[in-house]
């Protein structure tokens, strides 16, 4: 499990840090726990790891902790938010973005405790949905314009967002949608489906071809023709997947 801590004073993120460390709640977790003092070190991380929660403080120096909520659409995923901050009167808009919990400063083992237990029992509640839902036979319905249509996961080639659009190509065809990627991946059942930029994913087993790219990153070039940018924070992922 990965864990961010975004706040801007160093001596809060390592005493959160040495709090979540010693948490009876995720001792037989393995837990990475990363740091970030901007709104823009934390995106680098989250966009390089899956992070699965993040503990958010609202006072960054000249930054406010609600924008990196406004950030989260160049993510393939949505991390669980706690935020964890030494103002209480922003409790109400921190919910109104679906943050799981609300720690006040200064933190106690206890408190949070209760939050990660609180994010653990979301994230055993999502994983049984996913599990649920693999039981669709592989099959994926798309809304479009027009009509609604049904693909077979096996099907799709690749994914890409672009002017708030989402095209997903088969071999033949392509199907657009106002749907996000994040939806997309969140329906996606197979493995063998991969984000590869932070509006990119493919089926890496339809990949035909990788070149090299602009700035050292590659392309990819899929069997129905279509190329596909990787990104460089995705490139050790894409590398691991296809065991080059």
């Known amino acids: 499990m990965n864990i961010l801590i ?54 960054l120096n000249e930054e406010n902790g609600f924008e990196v909520t406004d950030e989260f659409k160049q993510l393939s995923y949505s991390p669980f938010i706690v935020f964890a901050t030494a103002y209480d009167q922003y409790a109400v808009n921190a919910f109104n973005v679906n943050a799981v ?48 249509i049904v693909l077979k996961e096996k099907d799709i080639v690749s994914a890409t967002v672009s002017d ?14 106002k749907k996000t990627l994040l939806w997309l991946k969140k329906k996606l059942t197979g493995s063998e489906f991969l984000q590869v930029h932070r509006n990119s994913l493919v089926n890496i087993q339809a990949i035909k071809e990788i070149q090299p790219w602009f700035n050292h990153t590659l392309l990819l070039i899929m069997e129905n023709g279509e190329k596909v940018q990787v990104g460089r924070s995705y490139q050790k992922q894409l590398v691991r997947a296809l065991n080059i």
Do not use: H, W
């Not at 993120?13 to 726990?33: C, F, G, M, P, W």
């Not at 708030?164 to 949608?177: A, C, K, M, P």
């Open 101 to 148: 919990d609300y720690c006040l400063k200064p933190f106690e083992q206890s408190r949070i405790d209760k939050s990660l237990a609180k994010v653990l029992q979301l994230m055993d509640f999502e994983m049984k949905g996913k599990k649920e839902n693999n039981d669709n036979f592989g099959m994926l319905t798309v809304e479009l314009s027009d009509r609604d």
């Open 6 to 59: 975004l706040d801007d004073e160093q001596l809060a993120r390592r005493e959160l840090e040495y709090l979540i460390s010693n948490s009876k709640v995720v001792k037989n977790i393995n837990v990475d726990i990363f740091q970030a003092e901007d709104i823009g070190d934390a995106l680098k991380i989250m966009l390089k790891y899956k992070i699965d929660i993040l503990f958010l403080d609202i006072s």
């Open 164 to 177: 708030g659009v989402l095209s997903i190509y088969t071999q033949s065809e392509e199907y657009r949608t």
